[in-house]
């Protein structure tokens, strides 16, 4: 069955993120297997894509950096969001479509459920890809937050919200063909061409804690840390880097087609936050070929597996082991065994391919039209 479906989401095609990459997978998945698609987001057309663009204006978060938390206006991303709505309000026809979809609350979620006067509105599917607080939080705004279906990114949030909404598990994935194991390209990527590096790939953000991840690689002699991302604390965290990582800090941003080549040109991944609702990057990562630190937990399990050094993460001094400990394994692992655990990982990401992943979201998508 073909559907007409519209994604919506501030960043689409002006940053790649990792909600934005998720759900853009998805409408490329459907666009391609016969839907009719339409995109709606702050960036510009990019040729090739098989969905329909439409350019929706929407003030960049970094404006609102310093604004005040309010109700309603809790973070800079709320703040975009509410700029984002008016543009979307004007370009959105409900009877054009089957289904919305989106991981944006609550202006985005709110408009595209509005009611429709003369006809049925489309079925609105909502993705935990930053959290499922809108789908149990029961104060606040919150209160106000429903869906058709539900996309949860991992069990954990299928198991609290699959006896309340039509609610299905369907994980992140990763483009297989471009992140793979290759050589290393540091020369190009402006990286050190000797020693040990530690990668992270986050926004700059309290719940990330790249500023723990300074202290951790500062223990680890010789580790050089790379962190790719930007946001609020940029400032706070080169000046701490600026202290404890003299010479051995690199911050940078890359474009999304040299994201893959940047996971190959490091040694070790590396990634604090506690508690992600999934993660694109750990897949990322492994598809690479690169073992993966970060916090252990079942949710973490599910996605890596149990081969990789995770840890109490809230302890640096167990991350600074981990991972010198890591980089030691590979520098004294014969070129076989090094081998053998890129492929295993290698296998490991094969469940997180977008083919796979998107052909779940496609069959949900129609349940719910249905």
């Known amino acids: 069955m073909a559907m007409r479906l519209l994604f919506a989401l501030p960043g689409f095609h002006r940053f790649d993120r990792g909600a934005e990459v998720a759900l853009l997978a998805v409408a490329d998945h459907c666009a391609r297997a016969g839907d009719a698609v339409t995109v709606m987001g702050a960036g510009q057309a990019r040729p090739g894509t ?10 960049d978060r970094k404006r609102f950096e310093r604004m005040p938390a309010l109700p309603l206006l809790r973070g800079d991303t709320a ?6 709505v008016p543009g979307l309000a004007r370009c959105y026809r409900p009877g054009d479509f089957d289904a919305t979809v989106t991981c944006s609350y609550p202006f985005t979620n709110w408009l595209l459920r509005r009611p429709r006067f003369g ?21 606040s705004e919150y ?45 190009r990527l402006g990286l050190p061409a000797e020693g040990p590096i530690v990668l992270m790939v986050s926004a700059l953000i309290e719940t990330k804690r790249v500023a723990d991840g300074i202290r951790a690689v500062a223990a680890v002699p010789g580790a ?11 400032n706070e965290v080169e000046a701490l880097a600026k202290t404890m990582l003299p010479g051995r800090f690199t911050r940078l941003t890359v474009a999304s087609a040299d994201m893959p080549a940047l996971y190959r040109s490091a040694d070790v991944f590396l990634h604090l936050s506690l508690l992600e609702s999934f993660g694109n990057v750990f897949v990322e990562a ?20 149990d081969d990789e050094p995770l840890v109490d993460t809230q302890s640096l001094t167990a991350v600074s082991e981990a991972i010198a400990a890591t980089l030691a394994a590979r520098r004294t692992a014969s070129a076989e065994a090094d081998a053998a655990r890129i492929a295993a990982r290698r296998r490991r990401t094969e469940q997180f391919g977008w083919d796979r992943v998107g052909a779940a979201y496609r069959r949900f998508l129609q349940g719910v039209v249905q």
């Open 50 to 59: 098989p969905y329909l663009f439409r350019h929706v204006p929407a003030i």
């Open 79 to 84: 703040y975009e969001e509410a700029s984002f």
């Open 224 to 234: 050089h840390l790379v962190v790719a991302g930007d946001g609020g604390l940029r």
């Open 143 to 187: 209160r106000w937050f429903g869906c058709e279906g539900l996309v949860c990114t991992n069990p954990d949030f299928y198991e609290r919200n699959k006896d309340r909404w039509n609610a299905a598990l369907i994980p992140n994935g990763t483009d297989l063909v471009r992140f793979t194991p290759g050589p290393q390209e540091r020369a």
């Open 119 to 139: 006809g049925r509105r489309p079925a609105h599917v909502f993705v935990t890809q930053n959290g499922d607080w809108p789908a149990i939080a029961g104060t």
């Open 286 to 305: 492994m598809a690479c070929g690169l073992p993966v630190i970060g916090h252990d937990t079942p949710r973490l399990r599910w996605i890596v597996g």
